[in-house]
């Protein structure tokens, strides 16, 4: 006949399944309300973002200041295509695309992730020298892959003022002239930030898609067997329906950019005033 009663050794494997659970729920406890932890969470069910962005927030841990940096992919480009943060700050980054995927890794550092779209991935670091880092594409994303790259600049701890007024130490590859018009200028910002620095040129060479210099005026061969003058009109259509007219030798592989009307005005200006 069975016994009914417990034997030892059950009471010692209950109470220690007992005890490890309670010891794991009040950590639980202990790490969201005294040290302030988030509890992991899916990171797939948190809300997307379509915005790139660098939001400075105090990190309830430590006490301290730490950076929550959006970053979106797309062809080709990363937003925002300039990151400002300061050395000995944690930063995180939340990755995520709106096309295709894309690789996102910071040279230099161990900060390697794919831009996944409809996902986001979670990475964090801390730039203690200050300097610039870039950040490539690794995944094959298509013809503007090569040059779909950004940048970090990382600014000394004790620097005090406007971040983005921080003098870096590279120079960029549009070469300043302060004659030029306001609208001009934003122009020559959006070539670089949104991602046409990645196939047309500047300097007469012409790269996945013609360069831009001394285009304005030119008279242009298309796939059609039509040649047709570069002028405002041409421009605008070309950036706003990319594949309506197809230049003689380029593939129509230009993808849609979100630009306002202002923002398509100042980057014909600045096509307009790359001279020969
Ligand atoms: Cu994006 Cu390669």
């Given amino acids: 006949m069975k016994s009914n009663k417990i034997h030892w050794s059950e009471l010692v494997v209950g109470g220690l399944v007992a005890s490890l659970l309670l010891m794991f729920l009040s950590l639980l406890i202990y790490s969201y309300t005294v040290l302030h932890i988030n509890i992991p969470a899916c990171l797939t069910a948190t809300q997307p973002f379509e915005k790139g962005e660098v939001i400075s927030r ?3 841990v430590t006490w301290r200041e730490k950076y929550e940096v959006h970053v979106l992919a797309r062809m080709w480009q990363f937003e925002p295509a300039e990151i400002f943060v300061r050395a000995g700050t944690k930063v995180e980054f939340y990755l ?3 096309d295709v995927t894309h690789g996102f890794h910071i040279v230099g550092t161990s ?3 794919t831009a996944v779209p409809g996902a986001l991935n979670y990475a964090s670091t801390t730039f203690e020298k200050p300097g610039e ?3 490539i594409c690794h995944e094959y994303c298509g013809v503007g892959h090569q ?3 950004s940048k970090i600049i990382v600014f000394p701890a004790g620097y005090i003022g406007d971040p983005r007024e921080y003098q870096r130490p590279l120079v960029s590859t549009v070469t300043d002239n302060s004659n030029t018009s306001k609208s001009t200028n934003l122009g020559k910002k959006l070539f670089g930030e949104r991602g046409c620095a990645a196939c047309h ?5 012409n790269g996945v898609g013609p360069t831009f210099k001394g285009l304005f005026g030119q008279k242009v061969n298309l796939q059609s067997g039509e040649t047709v003058t570069a002028d405002e009109a041409y421009l605008k259509e070309s950036i706003l329906s990319p594949t309506a007219k197809i230049v003689k030798g380029f593939q129509p592989s230009m993808p849609v950019v979100p630009l306002t009307n202002e923002e398509v005005d100042s980057l014909i200006d600045f096509i307009t005033s790359l001279e020969k």
């Fill in 147 to 149: 040059n779909m790259m």
């Fill in 96 to 98: 995520s695309s709106m």
């Fill in 58 to 60: 105090l990190d309830p």
């Fill in 201 to 205: 040129s500047i300097d007469g060479n």
């Fill in 133 to 135: 880092y870039r950040i």
């Fill in 111 to 113: 900060v390697n992730l």
